[in-house]
């Protein structure tokens, strides 16, 4: 299998299925002489694990990391730093219950990759979706911190801003609330609603998507590289790759085709000596390049396809054939989407920033 690997200059590339041993990533192109240790990394980790309330699937791991190389600390480097080489990130699973697919081991769950693995390669692993997990994506969060590492400055932060058809109120958002509810979400109501909401979901054994948003500031002007390595288009690419999401926006996104050319232009007046936008339609990015605003992204998290309800679907035999999906999964998987996002933002940001060292200075 190709194409495990994710960036330029700044690499990461992730190891490992649902059910194996462990999980992780190899990151290259780190620079050297960057404090890292594992809590560093493990803070995110936390964010992301699974477990840690009724509204995720309850499989129990701890997700603890282990650097295994790429750092080196002796008397004289206050601490372990970065070596410039591979750093190679380890997460081991302990909690898998395998016996849970059994029975689904000949049968193409709908909506998820098992029939499109299966006419490419030949073969699956059935246990959890093998490489096709969301579990894939700790890995991801263990990157992102390194890369948050990368650019100091930069402050990344993502929030669940809508639920099923159900959106925030932008007038209540807290950045301050997104760490006291479950949810991620920005607006203290919205959580509060989202708790009857959800609970009636997963207890029907169902599932609903929901819309994360991710945003970076202190990103100055300048990161992206036009034509073919605009910021926003490798920003798109790194939200797609995410397990289950199937639309990305930047800025005002789709909602840009119903404005005017007056009501989407993005002035630009001078504040205290320097250029000031007095809106944010673009997301942050002009050209494929960052202006200095905020840069703004949202993507869009299918519903959950393991559901309890039974499906029709076919046998690797061809036979047509009923379905349900037992074991441990999250009724809203875009819950734990938000540290996902935030590490693909990080991921991109740094290997941009590298990318524009490189070239401008």
């Not at 594992?38 to 701890?62: C, H, M, N, V, W």
């Not at 393991?306 to 349900?324: H, N, P, Q």
Request: glycine share 12%; hydrophobic share 35%; proline share 5%.
């Amino acid at each position: 299998m190709s194409h495990n690997s994710f960036g330029h200059l700044f690499r990461m590339t992730t190891f490992g299925e649902s059910h194996g041993p462990a999980l992780g990533c190899v990151v290259d192109g780190c620079p050297p002489g960057l404090s890292l240790r594992a809590e560093d990394i493990q803070t995110y980790l936390d964010k992301r694990r699974p477990g840690q309330s009724r509204f995720t699937t309850q499989r129990k791991e701890p997700d603890q990391v282990k650097i295994l190389s790429g750092v080196f600390e002796d008397e004289r480097t206050d601490g372990p730093r970065t070596t410039g080489t591979p750093i190679m990130l380890m997460i081991e699973n302990v909690d898998q219950r395998s016996k849970d697919y059994a029975d689904i081991r000949d049968k193409f769950r709908p909506g998820h990759a098992d029939f499109t693995y299966q006419a490419k390669y030949g073969i699956r692993d059935y246990r959890g979706g093998g490489r096709s997990s969301a579990r894939e994506t700790v890995a991801r969060v263990a990157a992102g911190a390194v890369a948050r590492k990368v650019i100091p400055g930069v402050t990344i932060r993502g929030a669940l801003v809508q639920m099923g058809p159900h959106k925030i109120n932008r007038v209540n958002w807290d950045w301050s609330e997104v760490d006291r509810n479950p949810f991620f979400t920005p607006d203290a109501k919205a959580a509060a609603f989202y708790e009857d909401y959800l609970d009636s979901i997963r207890k029907a054994g169902s599932s609903i998507g929901a819309v994360i948003e991710v945003t970076a500031s202190g990103v100055p002007a300048g990161w992206g590289a036009p034509l073919y390595g605009k910021l926003d288009q490798d920003l798109a690419s790194a939200m797609m790759s995410i397990n289950a999401v199937k639309g990305v926006e930047i800025g005002s996104g789709f909602a840009s085709a119903e404005l005017s050319g007056e009501e989407n232009a993005d002035e630009i007046r001078m504040q205290n000596g320097k250029p000031e936008f007095t809106s944010n339609h673009a997301g942050g990015i002009l050209g494929g390049i960052s202006s200095g605003q905020d840069i703004v992204v949202r993507f869009a998290v299918k519903p959950t396809s393991s559901i309890l309800s039974t499906r029709k679907t076919v046998t690797a035999g061809g036979e047509d054939a009923d379905i349900f999906t037992k074991g441990r999964h999250d009724p809203c998987v875009g819950i734990r989407a938000v540290p996902v996002g935030e590490a693909m933002m990080a991921l991109v940001l740094a290997d941009h920033f590298l990318r524009h060292r490189g070239q401008a200075g």
